[in-house]
């Protein structure tokens, strides 16, 4: 028993110290060859059934994937080799298309429309971009660049909500326009994750939090297909052929996977049972076709993912960095968080696909060029300087103040016992003896030997105002000597009065 405590105990930390002796860029880029590589694999196997049935082709779809994939991967590696700080002067540029493209949605009548929201753009040859994609990126490099900037201000509530706050603002609404609650939450995570890097008291972020949680319930309550679709994940057996059939056919694929699955390519449930089983419930067929150990796999890579960007933030050689590689783990790990959850129904549906795994040429595309810029940033990490995560607002007040109020009494009071023990009084140094050796506890005391007098005495030499440490002050002049001094003067003045 105690064997196996001991090893069980051992496992996790031994498992730590191998993710530890991996460079970050190893382990990121490492995990992100891994998820492209299922993704395009999924999308084949769960998409060939609907693929067939609109095409005439079961390899569409996942030519398509294959093929931003190939181009996502190029962008990446061509990002990765750019020194990070280029990206951050296109903050503000990114921020002004993203609008653009945004309105261009929302307005022109050409935006694409699909399952009733008018989400994409046109451009040609079947293809479609989605420029909420783009928004995510441009508010996280915006935002890094106003914080960084204002690194000797965030002390100041303005100058760390303003523009960060009316900038997410902006654009969670053109997104929920559209109408688009998913990534409207996903911008929210970024802008709340970039605020809780750079230190933001927590009552603000408390008051925020409050806030965008009552924001988002009414969201949800004044649109009668979402506020159904939230009842459903309370109770989907209530309605099991309307608003909950997408959790029950989801978890029975999980549940018919078993721990080992029913096969590649095997899955029951793409046969027209789960809907989007190649984009949003993509997680699902994983599960029924890899079972337990596949799903659990792409939990643990998502995991790992968390811990080297975590740790590629805190090596950051400069706050910029910090705020980008943070900002961009922060977004992965909850898009991948809010898809999971609601595949297996722990979370209310959104419409939010798996990262780098789910189908989808915009998401892909955009992804993989932010995973570019992480790489960069981990390509120029110092192992041995490992930096606190968060930029604390304290250290923004003590760099524009001066010491905060818990240092200057210590320094005070540490001022009064040096001067009372004469260790800060200038002069040349001189050889001294000690003429009392402290006796010893266990023999006799030793003999006295030279010291400088820079050095701290050991016991402090009894001193008097105004007279040299060390010293004794010179005896007093007898009132003899003093009144037989002064009396011929005393005559002589007189005689000249006289």
């Known amino acids: 028993m105690a064997t196996s405590t001991t090893t069980d105990t051992s496992a996790p930390r031994q498992a730590r110290r191998a993710l530890a002796a991996v460079s970050s860029y190893r382990l990121l880029l490492g995990v992100i060859l891994l ?29 398509k994937q294959l093929m931003w994939a190939v181009l996502g991967l190029a962008v990446m590696f061509v990002v990765s080799r750019i020194d990070y700080r280029f990206w951050r002067k296109l903050g503000a540029p990114l921020m ?17 429309s699909v399952g009733g929201s008018t989400r994409w753009i046109d451009i040609g040859g079947g293809l479609r971009f989605q420029p909420s994609e783009l928004a995510k990126l441009a508010l996280l490099l915006f935002c890094a660049d106003v914080l960084t900037r204002k690194a000797r201000l965030l002390g100041d509530l303005r100058h760390l909500l303003v523009p960060v706050l009316p900038a997410w603002l902006l654009l969670g609404a053109l997104v929920m ?67 909950g059939y997408h959790v029950i056919q989801s978890q029975l694929a999980l549940g ?23 984009t949003d419930f993509i997680f699902a067929i994983i599960g029924e076709e890899l079972g337990l150990i596949g799903t659990l796999a792409v ?33 992965i790990v909850v898009t991948a968080i809010v898809n999971m959850g609601a595949v297996v129904g722990s979370l209310p549906i959104t419409g939010v696909p798996l990262p780098l795994v789910s189908f989808g040429g915009s998401s892909m595309l955009v992804l993989l060029a932010s995973l570019g810029m992480l790489l960069n940033v981990a390509r120029t990490e110092k192992p041995g300087r490992a930096r606190t995560l968060l930029a604390t607002t304290a250290a923004a007040v003590a760099t524009r103040r001066g010491p905060t109020r818990g240092y200057r009494p210590a320094a005070r009071a540490l001022g009064r016992l040096t001067q009372a023990s004469g260790l800060n009084t200038p002069g040349p140094a001189r050889v001294t003896t000690r003429t009392s050796p402290r006796p010893s506890p266990t023999g006799p ?38 009144a037989r001094g002064s009396e011929p003067a005393r005559r002589t003045g007189e005689r000249g009065s006289r």
């Open 96 to 112: 002004v298309l993203s609008v653009l493209a945004l309105l261009w949605v929302v307005v022109h009548p050409s935006g694409v």
């Open 299 to 331: 939990v643990a890579l998502f995991v790992v993912f968390a811990y080297a960007g975590v740790r590629v933030a805190r090596r950051a050689q400069e706050p910029f960095g910090r705020y980008l590689a943070g900002g961009i783990t922060i977004w």
């Open 445 to 482: 005391p030793r003999p006295a030997e030279p010291r400088r007098a820079a050095e701290p005495p050991r016991r402090a030499p009894q001193t008097v105002r105004g007279s040299e440490p060390g010293r004794r002050p010179p005896p007093p002049r007898r009132a003899s000597q003093t």
């Open 177 to 243: 326009a559209q109408p688009d609650l998913g990534t409207t939450l996903l911008l929210s995570a970024i802008a709340f994750g970039l605020l809780f890097l750079a230190g933001a008291p927590v009552r603000i972020l408390g008051g925020i939090g409050a806030i965008g949680l009552i924001g988002g319930f009414q969201l949800i309550m004044a649109a009668p297909y979402r506020r159904r679709r939230f009842f459903s994940f309370l109770d989907p057996g209530a309605d099991p052929t309307n608003t």
């Open 35 to 63: 998820l492209v590589t299922i993704g395009v694999v999924m999308v084949l196997s769960s998409s060939s059934v609907a693929a067939f049935a609109v095409y005439g082709d079961s390899y569409t779809v996942f030519k």
């Open 256 to 278: 018919s996977g078993g721990l080992f699955g029913v096969g590649l390519g095997a899955s029951r449930q793409k046969w027209s049972y789960v809907p989007n089983a190649h």
